[in-house]
């Protein structure tokens, strides 16, 4: 029964209060004025918690290496194709050599592969005439036929390491070429 009593006046008390406040609506609102002048305005802004930009892109490079230059600072404005940063390039300049040594190398055993065609050619051409004349036995021919073939494989091949020596030329160019990294858009 006390508590119910204690409850009671309680909530007289909070309710007295609250019309005390509600009622007293007699106080006059008031305005600072001041004459208008010219001068600098000032305006600071204050934020909490993290910026993030509105446009955010993510530039990287298929390349690993060291960074030889960086053409850029944060926050520059760049456009779509402006060199950003360029990778040291003295490791893929020395493979773009090397490529191009292995293609002349390739490109001679070809030379070398079609003189030894001709040679065999020319070689069973000459022993098949005699073996018409009986000069030159059958043996011998089929091992100037089998020389033959294995000249004309081995020309295939060579042919075929010259296009390989090319795709890799062609790649060490590539990769040469993507040590510059540039800006994919504005």
Known sequence: MKWL????????????????????TTKEVQYQTQEARRGSLVITV???????????????????????????DYNDQVKAGQVLAKLDTDKLRAQVLQSEAALAAAEA????????VLETRLKLQRCERLAEKQLCAQEEVDTDRAAYKRALAEEGSAR?????????????????????????ID
């Open 5 to 24: 009593l204690a409850l009671v006046i309680a909530l007289s008390l909070l309710g007295v209060v609250v019309l005390w406040q509600v009622g007293d």
């Open 46 to 72: 204050a934020a909490t918690g993290n910026l993030e930009p509105t446009n955010q892109v993510d530039v990287g490079s298929e390349l690993s290496g060291i960074i030889d230059s960086v053409m850029v």
């Open 109 to 116: 055993r070809v030379k070398e592969s079609q003189a030894t």
């Open 160 to 184: 075929a390491q010259v296009a390989e020596a090319h795709a890799k030329l062609d790649a060490d160019r590539t990769n040469l070429a993507k040590a510059e990294i540039h800006s994919p």
